[in-house]
């Protein structure tokens, strides 16, 4: 049988990590990948020596901050593409979208929020009742839908190495985040990893300080949720830990989802 591996992968700046990420595709060959916080504009993405390894490209970035990207094995239909929140004001690149062999592909940097009642905090939660708005929408004319990324909220405490830390009144863990990711799940949306993982404890995200990963002081942030209508083809999920353990890695490690 047939099957498509797509994975999500917050690569904190892809100038940096580019070598990780060519090492990776060839280690996994992933059909489809998402990318969040390449902090690259435009003409700077490195789309040929992708193609060189058999990816095709579409991207929205911006210098230093923010940055999303799909990179496909498979045909993308490029007139498909969103770029951005439709109908929200916002100069941020943390959205795209694409329709890639029948599955429709969103990909999401969601905001981190900085703290609990600041005003990035509110920004964070305007943002995502837009991406509410938006994907209830998406997913009537797109019913296989696949929603992933660095959404910056751990779903609940098995998603985090302390909960008495990672409390409601913290950022990623706070009551309203995690109720907001809710109810973008409500639409009709499963977290991939756990249709096959029950247990606590695994992480794709660790604090460079503080030997965060060595001590596994982490959290799962980095999510890939798929539709009512992929979830009997939803044959296995993961997250891969390796990227963690190279030279100078992302903070992030890849967060996989197999459709059989």
Request: proline share 3%; aromatic share 8%; hydrophobic share 40%.
């Given at each position: 049988?047939?099957?498509?591996?797509?994975?999500?992968?917050?690569?904190?700046?892809?100038?940096?990590?580019?070598?990780?990420?060519?090492?990776?595709?060839?280690?996994?060959?992933?059909?489809?990948?998402?990318?969040?916080?390449?902090?690259l504009e435009d003409p700077r993405f490195p789309d040929s020596v992708l193609a060189g390894l058999?990816?095709?490209?579409?991207?929205?970035?911006?210098?230093?901050?923010?940055?999303?990207?799909?990179?496909?094995r498979l045909p993308i239909d490029e007139t498909s593409c969103v770029m951005g929140i439709p109908?929200?004001?916002?100069?941020?690149?943390?959205?795209?979208?694409?329709?890639?062999?029948?599955?429709?592909?969103?990909?999401?940097?969601?905001?981190?929020?900085?703290?609990?009642?600041?005003?990035?905090?509110?920004?964070?939660?305007?943002?995502?009742?837009?991406?509410?708005?938006?994907?209830?929408?998406?997913?009537?004319?797109?019913?296989?839908?696949?929603?992933?990324?660095?959404?910056?909220?751990?779903?609940?405490?098995?998603d985090v190495h302390d909960p008495a830390v990672w409390n409601d009144d913290h950022i990623l863990?706070?009551?309203?985040?995690?109720?907001?990711?809710?109810?973008?799940?409500?639409?009709?949306?499963?977290?991939?990893?756990?249709?096959?993982?029950?247990?606590?404890?695994?992480?794709?995200?660790?604090?460079?300080?503080?030997?965060?990963?060595?001590?596994?002081?982490?959290?799962?942030?980095?999510?890939?949720?798929?539709?009512?209508?992929?979830?009997?083809?939803?044959?296995?999920?993961?997250?891969?830990?390796?990227?963690?353990?190279?030279?100078?890695?992302?903070?992030?490690?890849?967060?996989?989802?197999?459709?059989?």
């Open positions: 049988m047939d099957t498509t591996t797509i994975a999500s992968w917050n690569v904190n700046s892809l100038n940096v990590r580019l070598p990780h990420l060519e090492e990776w595709l060839k280690l996994r060959q992933p059909d489809i990948v998402g990318l969040q916080e390449t902090k058999g990816y095709r490209s579409v991207f929205s970035g911006q210098k230093t901050y923010n940055g999303v990207a799909i990179l496909s109908g929200f004001e916002d100069d941020q690149k943390r959205v795209i979208a694409a329709t890639i062999d029948g599955l429709r592909i969103v990909n999401l940097y969601v905001v981190n929020g900085q703290d609990v009642g600041t005003d990035k905090y509110d920004y964070k939660l305007r943002w995502l009742e837009a991406v509410h708005a938006w994907l209830a929408q998406e997913i009537k004319t797109h019913p296989k839908l696949v929603v992933m990324g660095d959404f910056n909220i751990a779903p609940d405490e098995r863990t706070s009551t309203a985040e995690r109720a907001a990711l809710r109810r973008l799940m409500d639409l009709g949306l499963h977290d991939s990893f756990r249709l096959h993982n029950s247990e606590g404890g695994v992480f794709s995200w660790w604090d460079y300080r503080a030997a965060g990963f060595r001590r596994n002081l982490g959290l799962r942030i980095d999510l890939c949720l798929v539709s009512d209508a992929l979830r009997e083809r939803c044959t296995a999920a993961e997250i891969d830990r390796e990227p963690r353990t190279w030279e100078r890695p992302s903070d992030h490690t890849p967060a996989m989802v197999t459709l059989g």
